[in-house]
């Protein structure tokens, strides 16, 4: 039983909740626990330890966009979802993802210029490329394919390898430790295993473009005299991760949302200015960063009327947030022409998506292409059979069998 007051819950729901029917929606508990209990609620973690859950879109970029609430995740009190994470935690040394400013603002700085929007429109016509040529090599083998493999990953995958100075050759190997770290099967031991093989792999590189410099974003961090081979290292492994399995997922899943909505898809057909927008409206549509955002409370806060003492463990769940009728008229629509710029997708604050301007445009180019190029676009198996990412940190399909 849950009571109608923000934060009280009698029986506080599990997080991570399982997905209900629709595999586009957020966890129905979720939803439920929003409209009953309202958007601050206390969960449940796996072991049992209490944590708040934001799932109201003011409640969540309230928070993710206040200082008061910490993105480090060696700090007692921060949300773990999985056994063995703290732990493992402690022994890594963090990247700007799980640092608070000054330290947080020092190293994102050091990359903010490769991801301003002026570059990433500069890449343009060589995402195009990669797109076309993608798409080509897809065609040639001809249907059924599976659009995963060859599209929605090796997309977004040569575009920050290309970026990053990372040889493209090697993608299976980075590819599968990828799948190990976001897996939520994995045990922290595989977990670290896949991460020391990553640090390893980026410090070789790191160390070849300190002997040969280049121009490549690692090849450029390396030679600065305050960045150690080691720094340079984590913040490749951080990009390479970051760069392409949100891509990928989000080209995937978007795809999938938009043969299940055909009058959508037709209507970017007609008018490729909607793309744009489109594109934003998925983002909030699927939302996935679906185990939600993470923080720490460093001191008392009060949120509406709940006060979330220091060292409580907060959950931003912004795909209920980007579900809110509150912000979001008819929410679960998916509609290409809304005005989905105020989603919670890239998160919020200083942490949020660095990456945002590539993934925009890697999303506009890599939906409109196939598209138009592949009008006859459908599944190649029942929806049904389709699997979920339901036990990975990103969210998405595992295959999406198509023919055209
Ligand atoms: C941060 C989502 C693509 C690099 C974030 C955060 C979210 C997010 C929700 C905030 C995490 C937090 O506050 O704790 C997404 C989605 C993407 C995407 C949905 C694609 C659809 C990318 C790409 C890159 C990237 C393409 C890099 C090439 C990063 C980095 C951060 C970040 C470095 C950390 C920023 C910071 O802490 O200041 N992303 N991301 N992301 N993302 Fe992305």
Redesign the pocket.
């Known amino acids: 039983m849950t009571s109608a007051v923000n934060g009280t819950t009698d029986s506080p729901p599990a997080v991570p909740a399982d997905r209900g029917t629709c595999p586009f929606a957020p966890p129905p508990t979720y939803e439920q626990v929003h409209r009953t209990a309202g958007p601050i609620s206390r969960v449940s973690l796996w072991d049992g330890s209490p944590c708040w859950l934001l799932t109201g879109h003011r409640q969540a970029r309230f928070a ?1 966009g206040d200082r008061r609430f910490s ?1 480090d995740a060696r700090l007692p009190g921060f949300p773990f979802l999985l056994p063995g994470r703290r732990e493992l935690v402690l022994r890594t040394t963090p990247t ?2 799980r640092m608070d400013d000054p330290a ?1 603002a020092r190293q ?1 700085r050091l ?1 903010t210029g490769d ?1 301003i929007i002026k570059r990433v429109e500069a890449m343009r016509p060589q995402i195009q490329q990669i797109v076309d040529q993608a798409l080509d090599r897809m065609v040639a083998h001809g249907g059924p394919a599976d659009l995963v493999r060859e599209y929605a990953l090796p997309v ?1 995958s040569l575009v ?1 390898c290309l ?1 990053l100075g990372v040889p493209y050759r090697d993608h299976e190997f980075f590819q599968e430790q990828s799948q190990a770290l976001l897996s939520l099967s994995a045990t922290a031991a595989e977990v670290e295993v896949a991460q020391q093989q990553l640090n390893s792999y980026l410090a070789e590189l790191a160390g070849r473009k300190q002997r040969e410099p280049d121009d490549s974003l690692l090849g450029r961090l390396v030679v600065r005299d305050d960045v150690t081979l080691e720094e340079a290292a984590a913040l490749g492994v ?2 390479l991760i ?2 392409h399995e ?2 990928a997922n ?1 080209t995937a899943l978007g795809t999938l949302a938009l043969l299940r909505n055909p009058q959508q898809a037709e209507r970017l057909r007609s008018d490729p200015s909607l793309i744009k927008g489109a594109v934003e409206e998925l ?1 909030r549509y699927l939302t ?2 679906h185990l939600g ?2 923080r720490v409370a460093l001191e008392d806060v009060e949120i509406d009327g709940t006060l979330i003492r220091a060292g409580d463990g907060v959950l931003c769940m ?1 795909s209920t947030a980007n579900r809110d009728e509150a912000v979001f008229t008819g929410a679960e629509r998916l509609d290409v022409a809304r005005d989905a710029r105020h989603h919670l ?3 919020f ?8 301007p ?2 925009r445009a ?2 506009q180019i890599a939906l409109q292409t196939l598209l138009d190029r592949l009008p006859g676009l459908r599944l190649a198996v029942p929806f049904e059979e389709i699997r979920y990412r339901t036990d990975m940190a990103v969210y998405g399909v595992h295959e999406l069998p198509v023919t055209w």
């Open positions: 993710l993105a700007f993802l947080h994102r990359l991801f977004p920050i970026l951080l990009l970051a760069g949100t891509t989000m983002l996935i960063v955002v993470p912004v997708a890239f998160g604050g200083i942490h949020q998506c660095l990456g945002q590539l993934a890697e999303l």
